[in-house]
């Protein structure tokens, strides 16, 4: 059974960069894009990027200038990056398996706990 | 690109079917078949409940269903149950330039 444990930082300054990281437990890390999803306190989620095993990513063109995310199939994990963040990166961050029927790349199946990141001076 | 559009809100008495819809366009819900819909209830993460318009992941209700015309997409939850109370949320692939896009999301109520 896959399972996504997520930790990193949880408070930050105005300014300063967000890292979080993703560990992937069980089945198999290829095959897939994996992805990170925020939710701010109170409102709907947000779809930030994704990146396969391959290091190919895509961003939301919103998000794209302040993003990488990032990968390592060695120790089955991948990463995201947000630089300069102020109040209104302060959310929930998702990172989340796209999958589906086998072999596709579909719908986010399986999700991490989720990660409160706080930005405040 | 804009957010899918949802309902905020939507209520139901147990055992009733409700329906909650996701607008889009035709260059999101319209052109793919890959809309999905996610329940979260609070403090939790969201849960795949559909995928691909209209399929249910292994171990989904079958209360839980999917559809779309064209550029709306609608779940449909039948025989409501006091655990359905959650938030919904209808996300699309929008291309490749803007990727996935999430509906803002409906709270369902059960009276």
């Known amino acids: 059974q896959v399972q996504l444990q997520q930790w990193g930082a949880g408070l930050l300054k105005p300014s300063e960069t967000l890292s979080l990281t993703c560990d992937v437990y069980?089945?198999?890390?290829?095959?897939?894009?994996w992805t990170w999803v925020r939710q701010p306190p109170g409102k709907g989620l947000e779809w930030i990027g994704e990146i396969n095993q391959s290091g190919s990513t895509n961003y939301n063109p919103s998000l794209k200038s302040r993003v990488t995310i990032s990968v390592d199939t060695s120790k089955r994990h991948f990463s995201l990056n947000l630089t300069s963040v102020t109040a209104a990166d302060t959310a929930v961050y998702y990172c989340a398996r796209v999958g589906g029927d086998p072999g596709q790349s579909d719908a986010f199946d399986i999700w991490g706990q989720g990660t409160m990141v706080t930005v405040s001076s | 690109q804009s957010a899918l559009t949802q309902p905020a809100s939507v209520s139901g008495s147990p055992g009733q079917s409700i329906t909650i819809s996701c607008t889009g366009t035709s260059s999101d819900v319209g052109l793919y078949n890959l809309v999905s819909w996610y329940q979260q209830h609070p403090g939790k993460a969201p849960k795949l409940m559909i995928y691909d318009d209209f399929k249910r992941p292994s171990g989904v209700s079958d209360r839980f269903s999917g559809s779309k015309s064209g550029n709306t997409a609608s779940l449909t939850i039948s025989g409501l149950q006091p655990e359905d109370e959650a938030d919904y949320y209808c996300c699309s692939y929008a291309g490749t330039a803007t990727f996935w896009l999430f509906g803002g999301g409906t709270t369902l109520t059960v009276l």
């Open positions: 069980g089945g198999s890390f290829s095959y897939f894009y």
